[in-house]
Structures are given as C-alpha cells and as structure tokens.
C-alpha cells in the first residue's frame, strides 16, 4: 500500500513510527496545509476590522484566541464597537455559538480512550471551531484511538497559532495600508463568510437562511440597532428552518 | 478611539463574553458527548438561526460599514458583492475565486471612480 501521510484514507505511517510527541506535531503541521493558510488570512482580515472598530492589539489578540471562531469574533467587536450593552453582545455571540455544541458531540467520541485526561479534553474541545474540526473528523478515524487526542491537541494547536499569527500581522500590516486598500482587506471578510456558508450549504433550509438573514439584517439594523442580529438570526433562520422541515 | 476600556476592564469583558457565551457550549458538548442527536430538528433550528444571523452580519457590515470601508461608494460595495457572490456560484465554488473577484472588483470600480471625479 502506498503511503498515505497527507490525510485521509489508510493508516498514516509515522503512527507506527513515534508516540503521543508525534501525533502532536504532526498534528501541528496541518496549519501549513491550505485551510491554515485560510485561517491566517481571515484573522488577518479579522484584525483590520477590530483595529478600524478602536480595539488595541492586545483586545485583538485575546478575542482571536479565547473566542476562536471567526463570526462570534466579528460579532463580539461589531457589537461592542456600535454601543450595543455586553448582555446584547453575549447573547448574539451565543446564538452562533451553540452551533459549537453538535460539533462538539460530534467530534468528541472519535477521541475517547482510556489513557485520556480530563483537562487535555477539556483544551481540546477549545479548538472545535470550523477548520480544525472538519481536519479533525477528516483525519482522526485513520488513527488508533490512542494517539487521536494528541494529534487533535496539535491541529488545534497549530490552528491557533495561525489565527494569533494572522491577527498580529493583520492588525500591524493594515495601520500601514492605504485606504483602498484597507477597504478592501475589510470587504474581505463578509464576502468569506457568505462563501463558505453558500459552500456548506447542504439542506435547503441552509440557503434559505442565508438569503432571509441577507434581506432581513439590514432593515433590522435600521430598525432597532443593538438587537438586530439576534432579531435577523431567530426570526429569519425560524423562518427558514419551517420552511425547510417542510419541504425536506 | 478605544472601543472598550484599555485596561484590565476591557480585556476581563472580552474574556467573560467568550467565557460564558462562547466556551460554555464547547463544554456543554464535551459532557454531553454520543448523549444526544447531533443532527436532530432542534440542531438543524440552531443551524438555520446561526446561518441566517451571520448573513444578516455580513450585509450589514456591507451596507453600513465602518472605518475604511465607509470611504467606498454604497455602489462600488453592492458591484463587488455582486461580482463576488455571482463569480462563486458561476466560476467556481473555491472561496478563493469569490473573494478575489470580489476584492478585484471592489478596486477596479473605486478606482475608475477615483479616476473620473479627480
């Protein structure tokens, strides 16, 4: 069988080659694969925006790190940026954050093994957010169930370092940008937000939902600022949802 | 400008907010594990809420942008996002492709326009 060391498919060899270090740190050079590249180039756009919405460096820096997941980010500094209350910005972040939860359960049991720590599952579960779970369940049945958890701990790990990294020189790189330049950085991010979610779009009520939070956000912004997001998610993705269930 | 405080306050704010609104559902995944239905209709109604706020979000910070984007035309924006979307769903669906045909044109047309009222 030929090797399979980039991925899915067969047993990657350098499992019969080391232990747990190993299955971290080849989990950890996952981040130089094209969705780290991704991840880098979304926190750099997510660090102008935080920048030009009058956050420090630092503020940046612990959003990226402690949120970890690219729209609760966006939302938490655009919230905060507008005037809206820290109750308001919570509640909105955790409208799309309990998208996190199923994700979670999902990826959890492929990691269980006897040998596991609490704690280290406990920092492993940080790092369930888009990129580095869809490596996770991509990668972790190829493996024998004790090395899983380390090499998550890594693609997390590595995940992180490109999100910090990216909004470090994000936030350095676009004080020094011109301004069409700059504007354009910033355009960067909801368009990669609409594409991705067009791309993971499977059920209808997917697209339906994008195209009801698009038509509905901005009246909503217009009409009452501060709740218009979590009024666009509950009213338009309950709207698509019935629709949805209805026609499946 | 400082959006929040630039001291301890603004960074425990920034912490409870992804703390408590954030982290806790990663946990409340963790301890729930293969315990419940991942794929059922009340995750496909959070799928749907969550999918249709970020949308909001993303016209939004189109239409009524900050900072640097604010100096764009409103015409300029709704071209490039037009060209974007529509180079995705035509073209090819890589985000790369919408993004920078997006980004392209949201140069190309502010820059024509610089052009001809300079």
Redesign the interface.
Known sequence: MKQADDGAGGTPRWVHEGGQATAFLRGLAVALTVPGWVLFLTAFGFAALARELGFTLGQAVLTSAAIYALPAQVILVDQIARGATLYAAGFAVTLTAVRLLPMAVNIVPLWRAPGNTRLAEIAAVHFVAVTAWVEGLRRLPALPAERRLSHFLGIGTGMMMATVSGTLTGFIVAAALPPLLSAALLFMTPLYFLCSMLMTSGRPADRIAILLGALLGPPFYLLAPGIDLMLTGLVGGTIAFLIGERRP | ????D?GLG??L??????????????????A?????D??G?L???????????????????????????A??TLGS?LI??AV??AA??LLS?T?LV??GA??AA??AV??AL?LFTR
């Open positions: 400008m400082n959006a929040i630039d603004g960074y704010a920034i912490l409870v907010v992804a703390v408590v609104a954030h982290e806790s559902w990663r946990w409340l995944g963790l729930l594990g293969r315990g419940i991942a794929d209709a995750f496909r109604w959070v799928r749907a809420v969550s999918t249709a706020l970020v949308a909001g979000l993303c016209l939004r910070l189109v239409l009524f942008p900050s900072g640097a984007l100096g764009i924006r490039a996002l974007g979307i995705f769903l669906r985000l919408g993004i997006g980004a949201l140069l502010e820059g610089g």
